[in-house]
């Protein structure tokens, strides 16, 4: 039974941070009143807030002597269509239940166990009694489950269509633009309010833009067959090759009819993100300038962005694009062929059966938001993540529907995680860990681990590190910077999205240096005024504001700076135009872990973009692109191919939607 303390003990251990909760949808058993005839509460309206993944989530609930009467849940500050909408389905649950013993939201996980926390506080002061949170081992459960049954009777409403593209993000619209402009009728069904904007680093080999940079910038040229065998070695062999060839076969093709769409507009312009490093000092992993982005041109109106134009390009040629409309499960007929959908509207809940006479494209994205898959299928990655709200919002629903439709799961799980995210110097890296996003993570400043210690090459593809990290003390690491680090990020020579300064050819970055000191130093939300970035006038000093060794971290600092001025690092051999010292004060530091993007393995697909059985015959009627689909990365994402995985989603959902068209 929970211990008895006044309420003035209760709060007081309340504002030290005695209660714990478990994150990711691993919830602990609670030990609260139970409702009786006796009272058993302080009538009255208590509240209570947790930290959620992008703000503090805010619980108001009322108490008679014997039974909670109201539970007001005050999300708005979490990611709308997530922790925003589980908000009323936890409320209605904690009032069903009274208490705090509810389900967490499948996709809403951390909000949900925000809110618990905060409605255990709740009953906590209403009761004078101390609720105590334990945490629960993770269990790993049945992630995939059985196909659910859906009487015809209950499926209220039949649409028809000959491409259906279920998914609106960066493959469903290309795939969507490509349908319509062939000439098909194409409906997109996407489960969000709105939706989702296309990635806008954009992988090619060979685009006009690439052509066209080769006489000033000959070091941009790309020999196909040595793309081929890195991304095969990146991925240890677990790919299919001939699929990694349709993207390098296809992808230029791909960018220069979206250049023409956007140009077309008069509202963009697309440019190449022309850059592969400091060619007088090579890294041990060669870069790509792979990357192309569109960018706004002068007076664009204010109104319209990349989703309009694209709305406007679908709808103009008849296509339809119907939002809150979530994929319960594929329709197939007595051959396993699929036929359409069985879907769900998102506002009044009927079924909808969709018929697609010329097939299907699922472009549903990965499982990165739920938490069940993630903890059976990459437990590494849950152990390396620190949550932040930016991240993809998809929870494998269309894997699991292909699955149930025969298809075959990758064999190797993977994940695409960028060194960008940090935590206080009192926490570590894992899935439990709410943090603030740091794109500053990922210059390659010298890193140490939790005692101190330098332990790896911090220069390379942004997983290395991170997976160098994970054979670390409590997989966290440490960066550690000086007051010059302005002049030695432009020293760097960076290249893909990670880049603070414009690329040698011109082309702008993703973000420049300014903005991202700006972010991190200034203001009452900044990394240095929450207490995530550390500054000190000696590094004995910043070791202890960062909870690690002080002697350990000088000794580290001298010997790296040693190896700077010799221009060579005898340790770990990062190039000689990355060993920069760290001696100039103010010093800084920041515990860092993973930013986890997406999933990228899913179900397998051949190079006509049909998801495949187990014994590789295809799915008739059902075709698939991007993180839904496997085949194509295993153990870490190569990012130095800039926007290879965008590039990939959308050269082949362009290639399934004319495949599709010509049915």
């Not at 062939?182 to 080999?205: F, H, S, Y």
């Not at 792979?290 to 962005?305: A, L």
């Not at 075709?623 to 130095?640: E, I, K, R, S, V």
């Amino acid at each position: 039974m929970a211990k008895e303390l006044s309420r003035r003990d209760f709060l007081k251990g309340m504002a030290a941070g005695a209660m714990g909760i478990a994150a990711a949808g691993v919830l602990g058993s609670v030990e609260v009143p139970k409702a009786h005839a006796d009272a058993i509460y302080t009538p009255g309206t208590y509240s209570a807030t947790a930290k959620g993944i992008a703000s503090d989530v805010k619980v108001t609930m009322t108490f008679s002597e014997t039974e909670i009467t109201d539970v007001i849940i005050d999300a708005a500050g979490e990611t709308p269509e997530l922790g925003g909408a589980a908000a009323p389905k936890l409320q209605e649950a904690i009032l069903k239940a009274q208490g705090v013993d509810v389900d967490a939201v499948s996709g809403a996980t951390v909000t949900s166990d925000a809110v618990k926390k905060a409605v255990a506080d709740c009953i906590s002061q209403a009761s004078g009694k101390a609720v105590v949170v334990q945490e629960a081992a993770p269990v790993v459960s049945d992630w995939l489950g059985e196909a659910p049954e859906i009487a015809e009777a209950d499926i209220t409403e039949t649409l028809d269509t000959e491409v259906l593209v279920v998914g609106c993000g960066t493959g469903g619209w290309i795939a969507a633009m490509t349908a319509a402009e062939e000439g098909t009728k194409v409906l997109v069904v996407e489960k969000a309010e709105t939706p989702t904007k296309i990635k806008e680093d954009i992988g090619a080999i060979n685009s006009k833009l690439q052509l066209e940079s080769f006489d000033q910038y000959p070091e941009f040229k790309i020999d196909k067959i040595e793309a081929l065998q890195d991304i095969v070695r990146y991925a240890s062999g677990y790919v299919d090759s001939d699929l990694v060839k349709v993207w390098i076969d296809n992808s230029g093709e791909t960018v220069d009819w979206l250049t023409d769409l956007l140009e077309g507009t008069g509202h963009w312009y697309m440019s190449l993100e022309g850059g592969v490093g400091d060619l007088n000092h090579p890294e041990r992993d060669k870069a790509y300038a792979t990357g192309h982005s569109p960018h706004p041109v002068d007076g664009k109106p204010d109104d319209v962005d990349l989703n309009s134009d694209m709305t406007e390009f679908v709808t103009s040629r008849g296509g339809e694009i119907r939002c809150n409309t979530c994929l319960v499960k594929l329709d197939q007929d007595a051959d396993g062929k699929v036929t359409g959908i069985i879907a769900q509207d998102m506002k009044d809940e009927h079924y909808i059966r969709i018929n697609a006479s010329k097939g299907v494209i699922m472009a549903t994205g990965g499982y990165a938001s739920n938490g069940d898959m993630m903890l059976a299928l990459q437990p590494q990655t849950m152990k390396m993540k620190i949550n932040v709200p930016m991240g993809s919002k998809s929870d494998g629903a269309g894997i699991k529907a292909m699955l149930w439709a025969g298809g075959q799961m990758d064999p190797c799980h993977a994940s695409m995680m960028f060194n960008r995210c940090s935590c206080l110097p009192t926490e570590t890296a894992g899935y439990k860990t709410n943090g603030k996003w740091y794109w500053f993570g990922e210059q390659p400043f010298l890193k140490v681990n939790l005692k101190g210690q330098r332990f790896c090459n911090e220069s390379g593809p942004y997983e290395f590190m991170l997976h160098s990290m994970y054979m670390q003390p409590n997989h966290t690491y440490v960066d550690i910077f000086d007051a010059n680090c302005k002049q030695y990020a432009e020293q760097f020579d960076e290249v893909g999205c990670c880049r603070l300064f414009p690329f040698p050819n011109g082309a702008l970055s993703n973000r420049g240096f300014d903005a991202c000191w700006k972010e991190m130093t200034e203001g009452e939300n900044s990394h240095l005024a929450l207490g995530y970035l550390q500054k000190a006038d000696t590094i004995a000093e910043l070791a202890e504001k960062l909870n690690i060794p002080a002697d350990e971290l000088e000794k580290t600092v001298a010997r790296y700076n040693v190896l700077c001025a010799k221009g060579e690092d005898e340790d770990y051999g990062k190039s000689a135009h990355r060993m920069t010292p760290v001696d100039t004060a103010p010093f800084y530091g920041i515990r860092t872990g993973a930013w986890h993007l997406t999933t990228l393995d899913g179900c397998r697909i051949n190079t006509d973009m049909q998801v495949i059985r187990e014994d590789g015959t295809p799915i008739e009627g059902l075709y698939a692109t991007g993180d839904c689909t496997g085949g194509f990365f295993a153990n870490n994402y190569p990012n130095l191919f800039t926007g290879l995985a965008c590039g990939r989603t959308m050269t082949f959902g362009r290639r399934a939607a004319k495949i599709v068209a010509k049915k």
